[in-house]
């Protein structure tokens, strides 16, 4: 009885204990509860305060955006992937004659590189011997000679002594005949001064190209300083040189500064067509396309090839400048690829890079 009674006792304080822990249990979880509601809402506030209520909306404008970034992305990529396989030389990215014969096939047929004709094979042989025959000749002589031929077939000696030997000082007035619509110029590539025909080409040789009022016969009487002074003695003068230049290459004259483009530009309205390969520095090359269009307002094919100092800033401001739909611009090895693509985007097949 008394084990009994003892177990008992034992069992209701045991009880009476566990209900009070569990009075304290539920107290504590009541107040851990209100605590986690309390920072609940106090986190909601928050933010509300830092978000916007509504869910923001994607606008197709966007996708746009996006689809273009990455079509602009991938061009760039796949444009470096062809350079990395492909290493292109300076020196072949405009050759002489690729602005003379830009989509122009039956201009000297008969002449030009690649016709394998017998005059092809003279033009050829006469370019390199030029300067030998300049030398034993005279200069009067030897212009009057070339002045017998055709203009494709002059422009076509052009395009050979720039493949060759080069332009110099002492050639190039003899392509300044009044029937010639294209030449080509390009510098020597010979820097060896101890060449007996070698002579750089200079602002002097290249400005000779400026047309000149010259006679028919010799005469007394010198050339009148007005038109109104010429009266009747008009018939005997005419105006010397190439007056209607249609299209010309420049190259490999990175020493020749603006004024000197400046000077032969300004006789050179009628043309259409322009290389300049290799042509200026960093400091004259912007300046002579910002005024480019004041010079050559009826430009319609324009070859910056090999330039380092081309930004894509001063290719989008000749597309300004010359707002027709046919005006083209052909610039390779100048840009990053990230400006090429762009500019391919922007301005099409007006812009050719490759």
Request: charged share 25%; net charge neutral; hydrophobic share 30%.
């Amino acid at each position: 009885m008394g084990k009994g009674k003892g177990h008992q006792s034992g069992g209701f304080a045991r009880k009476s204990l566990r209900v009070q822990h569990q009075r304290e249990w539920q107290e504590r979880v009541f107040e851990d509860e209100n605590d986690r509601r309390r920072r609940r809402r106090h986190n909601k506030t928050k933010e509300r305060e830092n978000y916007p209520k509504e869910r923001p909306k994607l606008r197709l404008t966007s996708l746009l955006h996006m689809l273009q970034e990455r079509q602009y992305y991938d061009q760039a990529e796949e444009r470096g992937h062809r350079q990395k396989n492909s290493v292109r030389e300076r020196s072949i990215l405009s050759p002489p004659g690729s602005m003379v014969y830009h989509k122009d096939d039956d201009y000297g047929r008969d002449v030009r590189l690649g016709s394998k004709s017998l005059q092809e094979l003279c033009l050829r042989t006469l370019a390199k011997s030029l300067p030998i025959y300049l030398a034993e000749l005279g200069e009067d002589t030897l212009y009057h000679y070339l002045s017998l031929l055709t203009g494709p077939a002059i422009t076509a000696l052009s395009v050979y002594i720039s493949e060759s030997i080069g332009m110099n000082d002492s050639l190039i007035p003899l392509f300044n005949q009044s029937h010639v619509t294209r030449l080509s110029i390009y510098g020597p590539k010979n820097d060896d001064e101890t060449d007996s025909h070698w002579k750089a080409l200079t602002m002097d040789g290249l400005v000779s190209l400026i047309p000149t009022c010259g006679q028919h016969f010799p005469s007394a009487h010198p050339v009148p300083d007005s038109w109104e002074d010429a009266s009747e003695d008009f018939d005997r003068f005419h105006w010397q040189g190439c007056r209607k230049l249609e299209r010309i290459e420049l190259g490999n004259m990175t020493h020749l500064q603006c004024e000197t483009f400046e000077k032969l530009f300004s006789y050179s309205s009628m043309t259409t067509h322009l290389s300049l390969t290799h042509c200026c520095t960093f400091e004259s090359g912007p300046e002579v396309l910002w005024r480019l269009h004041e010079w050559l307002p009826r430009i319609l094919f324009l070859d910056l090839s090999g330039n380092a100092w081309i930004t894509e800033e001063l290719i989008r401001a000749l597309f300004r400048e010359y707002k027709e739909n046919s005006f083209q611009i052909k610039a390779i090895g100048c840009l990053p690829q990230t400006s090429e693509v762009s500019l391919e985007l922007d301005f099409g097949s007006r812009f050719m890079c490759n």
